[in-house]
């Protein structure tokens, strides 16, 4: 039989009525977040970044191996080199590679190859799944569930820095192994999020979209 250390559980509850309140308040700040592709170049305190990704961090995982690495970047050198890699990628998407059905599902987003806000945001948090680890002693340890794993985490960190007041966007540029090389990560890692912070610039506009409302979304039986 396994024996494993366990610890009180530090559980904050609250009121029925206290409940729906928080509820309800958390949609309505998360029903104001936007994708932003239009981005002001005015700084935000690392801090803040530190404390969203602490936030991520702190995710459900499978076994709790938390299979991830956000790297933080606000290197101007850097975020240009990662612009070149991800808009020679989207070139060859949109020359083909993506296919016209895909294509035409992104056309009302009005996206194309160029990606300026890389550079002009003042971070860039490459999200990377690891698809396996190494104990103490070195030795190869698989990873489970790691996609869900990382997606809740990625969830958390949007949701993090709209709470804070920032805007996010997450790129997927495909394939991504070039920020493997540019971020110096290892062969285990894989990148599957390269996630945009900032304040949108003055002006920005967003595509008029909405989001499908709960009976769209939801069963309960």
């Known amino acids: 039989m396994n024996v494993y250390a366990t610890m009180p559980l530090a ?29 002001s170049d005015r700084p935000v305190p690392r801090e803040v970044i530190e404390a969203a990704v602490a936030t991520a961090g702190t995710a459900p995982s499978g076994a709790n ?3 991830w690495t956000f790297v933080c970047i606000s290197d101007p050198e850097l975020k240009r080199k990662i612009r070149e890699g991800a808009e020679e990628e989207e070139r060859a998407f949109y020359a083909g590679r993506a296919g016209e059905e895909w294509l035409d599902a992104l056309s009302h987003l009005g996206t194309d190859e160029h990606k300026p806000f890389l ?14 680890g190494y104990d103490a002693q070195g030795r190869k340890v698989k990873h489970y569930y790691v996609p869900e794993s990382v997606g809740i985490a990625a969830g958390f960190l949007i949701a993090s820095l709209h709470q804070a007041g920032l805007a996010t966007l997450t790129h997927t540029p495909a ?20 996630l945009v912070v900032g304040y949108p610039a003055e ?12 009976e769209e979304i939801a069963s309960f039986l």
């Open 65 to 67: 191996q938390q299979p």
């Open 175 to 194: 394939p991504m192994n070039f920020l493997n090389e540019l971020c110096g990560r290892p062969d285990n890692e894989k990148a599957v999020i390269l």
């Open 11 to 39: 559980f904050e509850g609250c009121p029925e009525e206290e409940m729906q309140v928080r509820a309800d308040a958390f949609l309505a700040t998360m029903r104001k977040r936007r994708t932003v592709r239009d981005y």
């Open 203 to 214: 002006g920005c506009l967003v595509p008029a979209i909405g989001k499908k409302p709960l």
């Open 119 to 132: 550079e002009t945001a003042p971070w860039l948090i490459a999200i990377f799944a690891q698809r396996w």
